[in-house]
């Protein structure tokens, strides 16, 4: 099956500093890729949706400039949030999908993200 | 915005019961998906459902479907210990853009061996 890789797997920083997260796509070229965010007990919030090559589509409330998204190639997609704060941890999933392969999202495993 | 609602939040139950999970939506679809995610970990796809279909199966799982009510459900059957996880459904809406999902709460599944 489509595998989705993430990286790191958890990451602790300090505040004010950047921490970037990478999504790839490991046995298939994504037509596009998607970043979610999950806080503790709580379902998944669509961040961003992002196409290569061209700018991510943010959701409502999803700070552009906070939450950088690039996504370079077919397989390869990184989430960079920006001076983060300690209400920006929370847990950051992305997922990828291929046209041909149907409507079915593939999952990263995850990223726990804390702000110390 | 959060489109499905699942219900119940939470299910215990015993091995070998079978586990019923309820989801309603708000707006038109195209599809419907089924995904199961294991605590701390990201989620896998079970089963998609679309909107011209009312049921479908997959191994112990069994999907419903009805779009007059604009609801879901997902039947477990002979549940096993390692089904232990939340289970969230998720829409594919007419008009979203890129096919992206819009995730319920989910249900929190408990068996118990």
């Known amino acids: 099956g489509a595998v989705v890789s993430q990286h790191p797997s958890r990451v602790i920083c300090k505040s004010g500093t950047s921490v970037k997260i990478e999504c790839r796509s490991l046995d298939f070229q994504a037509t596009t890729m998607f970043w979610y965010r999950q806080f503790p007990k709580q379902s998944l919030m669509l961040m961003a949706t992002?196409?290569?090559?061209?700018?991510?589509?943010?959701e409502q409330g999803v700070e552009k400039d906070k939450f950088l998204i690039n996504h370079a190639s077919l397989t390869l997609s990184t989430l960079t949030v920006t001076s983060a704060h300690p209400e920006d941890s929370s847990f950051y999933i992305c997922?990828?999908?291929?046209?041909?392969?149907?409507?079915?999202?593939?999952f990263g495993p995850g990223t726990r993200l804390t702000v110390l | 915005s959060q489109q499905g609602e699942e219900d119940p939040q939470a299910l215990s139950i015993q091995e070998g019961e079978n586990a019923t999970m309820n989801c309603s939506y708000k707006?038109?679809?195209?599809?419907l998906q089924w995904y199961r995610q294991n605590s701390g970990r990201g989620l896998v796809h079970l089963i998609l459902?679309?909107?011209?279909?009312r049921e479908k199966h997959s191994g112990r799982l069994r999907v419903t479907l009805d779009t007059s009510k604009k609801s879901s459900s997902l039947l477990i059957t002979a549940s096993r210990a390692a089904d232990t996880a939340s289970y969230f459904c998720a829409t594919d809406s007419y008009g979203g853009s890129q096919g992206n999902l819009i995730f319920g709460k989910g249900t929190k599944l408990s068996v118990k061996p």
């Open positions: 992002s196409n290569e090559g061209s700018k991510a589509t943010y």
């Open positions: 707006t038109s679809i195209n599809n």
């Open positions: 997922s990828a999908r291929l046209w041909e392969l149907g409507p079915e999202q593939f």
């Open positions: 459902i679309r909107s011209n279909e």
